[in-house]
């Protein structure tokens, strides 16, 4: 089990040298074959950890060598499975192996699709070292890798200076967050003189709750996850990264970069929960973030931007659940969300490679008749993630619900309240793209077409999983087998020992209001869109505070105004009078005086052999004047 583990980091690298450094010779089928074929055979080999995990209930560790070996300080390169990791092995190769699939087709004319692929690679190498790290540092490695790719990737089409932006502005927001955990980092070395995880942990159980120091460290990490997983202040980049190519904004928002954020915080359950401020902190800027991403999810026109803050929106319901202290809740939402929210962006990538590029659902409609396969599998992962049984969404939204409901009434309601939003932006781009009548721009489309099978069948795998993959735990009203809580058992038992946690749960009528109540307002919510947008011929340009909700709060122009901008300010100032005033004019003064002395200097060159020796005679005089004072 030992060489699987190594092995799963590997395959990906190879993949990555072999694809980025023949790129320019190979066949562009090829490296889409090449680059799937390595993430099928990890897939293959995950499968087999999971199960080895699973059943025989061991952690499989392994250590490569001594990374960092200086004084006291020793650090390996070394990798741990257990039943956390071995679940997000199967979510990052199995979504990320579909991903790969897609993208042969999606990418198929594109002239960097060597390119492509290699960096997909590449992505998938640094994700599994951030998993599969056995001490902090190493996950920070992984945590910096993911942060290079999403850079790469999101600024894969680079000749437009737009994406560039884009890919800057994911790159420098999430080095804030990096600092923040880089910070903690710092801090938990100084407090454990450790930086192994489960050596950290142990240490930290013994240590009373509330203590500052853990505070602070706790503190620092979330910060690391606000940016990593675009929570609130540190949220803007994750709308914008849909500058790159669809299959990427799968990737980001479903398997891989957004989740690294809950893992962290999950992987350290046991430092949070000894930290109850933080773990306050984390429930209301998730909170705070579900309810605006939902918010503005509802006002976007281009189908991308409203899955992407779709993606914020259900971010911050995990870090909700998280900050309830219902870690095996939001690893279940998290598994279930890379099923649906991965079907949701290949199925508009679908729309948009039908419409060849179009991405503005006002210029849509009618689809439903013209794109049969995709409009059905889109109508699946929009039920799922809408949380309506028995498909995915459902079961897991359920159990977030549950611990809002156990924590308070008003944090059950406002939980709820997110989860219905899902429902109102997600039922109005169905509806909208695929049963409103056709507008004049898809009129005078006449190359609307199906997407190739390369496509559809990883959009299929991905309903099939988005329709089964809840039924592995059955609300309490139904079941009293857990079975994903008991599968994770292991990994959280110590945090939920220490956490104060009310002995006794929810009464049935409870249990059986929020089963039934949100299922209710479903419904009606999906009448009223329904009506609202099906016999729309066009949908009505925001005012008033819903123009503020199309305009995303203003967070950008407000990031703008207080940071950017001031800071180009002072950057000017500084290259203006710092440095083009003063160190130039230092370095240009020195070089101008030099040249006024050599003029004055070659003077003394005349040629004249009498004028050399009176010169010498001089210097000679003046020489032993000198040393007679001295």
């Known amino acids: 089990m030992e060489l699987i583990s190594i092995l799963l980091l590997v395959f990906p690298f ?12 190979m066949n562009r089928n090829v490296s889409g074959i090449l680059g799937s074929a390595v993430i099928c ?100 490695i992984g945590w910096e890798g993911v942060g290079l790719c999403s850079y790469l990737l999101i600024g894969f ?59 602070f460290i706790t503190l620092c990490l979330f910060i690391g996850a606000t940016g990593k997983s675009a929570q609130i202040p540190l949220f803007t980049w994750l709308p914008d990264a849909m500058a790159g190519p669809t299959p990427v904004s799968a990737l980001i928002h479903a398997a891989t970069m957004v989740t ?21 902190i984390i429930l209301v800027v998730g909170a705070a973030t579900a309810l605006i991403g939902g918010l503005v999810a509802i006002f976007q026109n281009d189908i991308k931007k409203i899955l992407a803050y779709s993606t914020v929106s259900q971010l911050g319901f995990l870090f909700m659940a998280l900050g309830l202290g219902s870690f095996s809740g939001a690893m279940f939402h998290l598994t279930t969300h890379a099923f649906f929210k991965a079907l949701l962006f290949l199925a508009a990538g679908s729309v948009i490679h039908a419409l060849s590029g179009e991405q503005d659902i006002r210029n849509m409609g009618g689809l439903r008749k013209k794109i049969p396969f ?7 992962g929009t039920i799922a993630i809408s949380g309506i049984p028995p498909f995915a969404g459902f079961f897991s939204k359920e159990v977030i619900l549950t611990a809002a409901f156990e924590h308070g009434l008003g944090m059950g309601i406002i939980a709820t309240v997110i989860s219905l939003m899902t429902t109102i932006y997600m039922f109005r781009l169905l509806f909208v793209v695929f049963f409103k009548p056709e507008s004049k721009a898809l009129k005078a489309n006449h190359h609307v077409h199906e997407s190739p099978k390369v496509m559809t069948y990883p959009m299929a795998v991905l309903a099939i999983l988005s329709m089964i993959a809840g039924f592995v735990q059955l609300p309490k009203l139904f079941s009293e087998t857990q079975g994903f809580d008991t599968f994770l058992l292991p990994v959280f038992a110590k945090a939920t020992g220490l956490a104060a946690v009310s002995e006794h749960g929810l009464d049935v009528q409870t249990e059986w209001m929020i089963f039934l109540v949100p299922l209710l307002v479903i419904a009606a919510l999906i ?6 947008f099906v016999n729309a011929k066009e949908l009505t340009e925001a005012s008033g505070f819903s123009k503020v ?29 710092v440095d083009q ?50």
Request: aromatic content about 16%; some cysteine; proline content about 1%.
């Open 14 to 25: 190879l993949g990555f040298l072999i694809i980025g450094l023949l790129q320019k010779h």
């Open 41 to 140: 055979i990890n897939l293959v080999l995950s499968a087999i950890l999971f199960w080895h995990v699973s059943s025989s209930n061991q952690t499989v560790q392994t250590q490569l060598f001594d990374w960092v070996k200086f004084a006291d300080i020793s650090i390996p390169f070394a990798i741990t499975v257990d039943r956390l990791s071995a679940l997000m092995l199967m979510i990052i190769n199995g979504v990320g192996l579909l991903i790969h699939i897609y993208s042969i087709g999606y990418m198929k004319e594109d002239e960097g699709v060597n390119r492509f692929f290699a960096y997909l690679n590449l992505f998938v190498f640094f994700m599994l070292t951030l998993v599969l790290s056995s001490n902090y540092l190493m996950l920070f």
């Open 157 to 215: 089409w680079y000749k437009d200076h737009a994406n560039n932006d884009a890919a800057k502005k994911a790159f420098i927001m999430n080095r804030i967050g990096d600092l923040g955990f880089l910070l903690g980092i710092f801090m938990l070395y100084s407090t454990f003189h450790s930086l192994n995880i489960s050596e950290v942990l142990a240490k930290a159980s013994v240590m009373p709750s509330g203590d500052m120091t853990l505070f």
């Open 260 to 280: 690294a954020g809950i893992y962290l915080i999950a992987r350290s359950s046991v430092l949070f929960v000894l930290s109850p401020v933080t773990m306050n």
């Open 374 to 380: 995709t409009f059905a599998l889109f109508i699946i």
């Open 527 to 532: 009448v009223v869109s329904y009506k609202r």
């Open 549 to 577: 909700l199309a305009n995303k709060f203003y967070f950008d122009e407000i990031y703008d105004f207080c940071i950017v901008k001031p800071l180009g300010f002072i950057s000017d100032i500084f290259r203006e009078f």
């Open 581 to 630: 005033t003063i160190i130039n004019g230092i370095v240009n003064g020195v070089g101008r005086g030099t040249l006024f002395v050599g003029k004055r200097l070659r003077r003394l060159q005349t040629g004249n052999v009498g004028f050399y020796l009176v010169i010498m005679v001089f210097s000679i005089i003046a020489i032993l004047f000198f040393n007679i004072i001295l």
